[in-house]
Structures are given as C-alpha cells and as structure tokens.
C-alpha cells in the first residue's frame, strides 16, 4: 500500500529565509510524486510533479523538488519565501494503480513578513 | 475557463439524514476523482472515476457512501445515514484522464463542507 509522510506539520519562517518541507512515501514500484498547494481561501493546486527523467523537478513561483529515489523521498525546496508562500502543501505519491493519489497530512507554511 | 465547481458549499445535516453531494468536473476531463479532509488531516482517498466507471472504490469508508457519475461529467457523493464522523469536507478533483490518469495533474474544486450534528 501507498503512503506518505510529511515530518513537518507547521513551519514558521521569516521572509528570504530558505524552505525544505520534507517528504518521504512508501510504495515498491513506479511512483509519481506531486506536490500541491492550498493558498488560503483558494482551491488545491499542483506546484509540480514527478513522473521520469530529471529527478530535479522546477515548478511554478520558484519550487523545486528533487527526487532521490534510495531515500523513498521528494522534498520540497524554494531559496528566498516570500509572504505570499504563505499556505499550506501537501505531497501526494501515484503509482501504476491508475486514478489513486495518496496525499500526505500536509504541511502549513507562515512567513512572517 | 471554468474550473471544478462543486455544489453546496457548505451542508449541515442531522444525523441519519442522507445527504447529496455534487461535482462539476472541468469540460473534457473524463477522470474525476472524491477525496475527504477531516479536520487536521491529509486528503483521504474515496473514489476515482474513469468516465463513468468506477475501477477504484477502494476508498469508500463503508457501504453507507456511494457515487455514481453520469455522462461522462457530473459526479454525485452520497451518504445515506449520516455520522458525526462523516463531518469533512469533500473535495472533488478531475484531470484529462490520459495514460490511465497515472501522471495527470488533478484540478479540485473548492469543496463542500459538510457538518453532520
């Protein structure tokens, strides 16, 4: 069975600060990984994803994930947070078994400005 | 263009009311998919629907939660005799639905809060 951790439940930074949220699953075949965020008072997004090739992945307002596979992880990572990165992320693992995401708990992002 | 809109917003119920749910997926998308966050929690997984198909129920809590979907396109969440455990919100998702949905990207909708008293 799929699952997913994610150690951290609430991180507090200060604005320019450095960001990993880390996150580990478990599953024995073929995963793809996504990260996805909830800014609040807006829906669910995808912030990027993960399915072959480069295990750097770029997505959108300056996120980056990298996939290490030995590891079983997909950490999350932004150089400088800005207030605006404010929100809450989840890490989400897909396998072979088509249509099923196992989300984690979550992550709640505050930057303080 | 329009995203997932899912209707009510927000549900009150009594316990052992039944209550409906409902999902309008994004225009083409033909995987459409049911996930519940409780309060603190992660989202859980409930059903994913292939067209109208379900291959996944896996993640029905018990038999008194059911969806169907008609058309191809809007997808229903039913709980017959509600529990103040089935206080949640349900977030409805749906995606193009290519390669078997594996790699797709999930769009979500705002979700329904529902408060079961």
């Known amino acids: 069975a799929q699952s997913v951790s994610q150690h951290n439940h609430h991180v507090i930074l200060s604005e320019a600060a450095s960001l990993e949220l880390g996150c580990n699953y478990s599953y024995g075949g073929t995963v793809n990984l996504f990260w996805y965020v909830q800014y609040p008072g807006q829906h669910l997004q995808l912030l990027l994803k993960y399915f072959s090739g480069d295990p750097l992945v770029k997505g959108i307002k300056g996120f980056e994930a990298e996939f290490i596979k030995s590891k079983f992880s997909f950490n999350l990572r932004k150089p400088s947070v800005q207030w605006s990165d404010t929100a809450e992320y989840f890490c989400?693992?897909?396998?072979?078994?088509?249509?099923?995401?196992?989300f984690g708990d979550g992550t709640t992002l505050t930057v303080k400005p | 263009g329009a995203g997932v809109s899912q209707s009510p917003s927000n549900k009150v119920t009594e316990k052992g009311k039944d209550v409906e749910l409902r999902c309008d997926p994004i225009s083409g998308h033909t995987a459409l998919y049911w996930y519940r966050q409780s309060l603190g929690q992660g989202l859980e997984f409930l059903i994913y629907f292939q067209g109208n198909s379900a291959p996944d129920k896996s993640g029905l809590p018990s038999d008194r939660f059911s969806a169907e979907r008609t058309g191809g396109s809007v997808s229903t969440l039913t709980i017959q005799r509600t529990q103040q455990e089935d206080s949640a919100v349900y977030l409805c998702?749906?995606?193009?639905?290519?390669?078997?949905?594996?790699?797709?990207?999930?769009?979500f909708g705002p979700g329904t809060r529902l408060t079961v008293l």
């Open positions: 998702a749906s995606s193009l639905g290519t390669s078997g949905a594996i790699t797709d990207t999930q769009y």
């Open positions: 989400a693992v897909g396998g072979t078994n088509a249509g099923k995401s196992t």
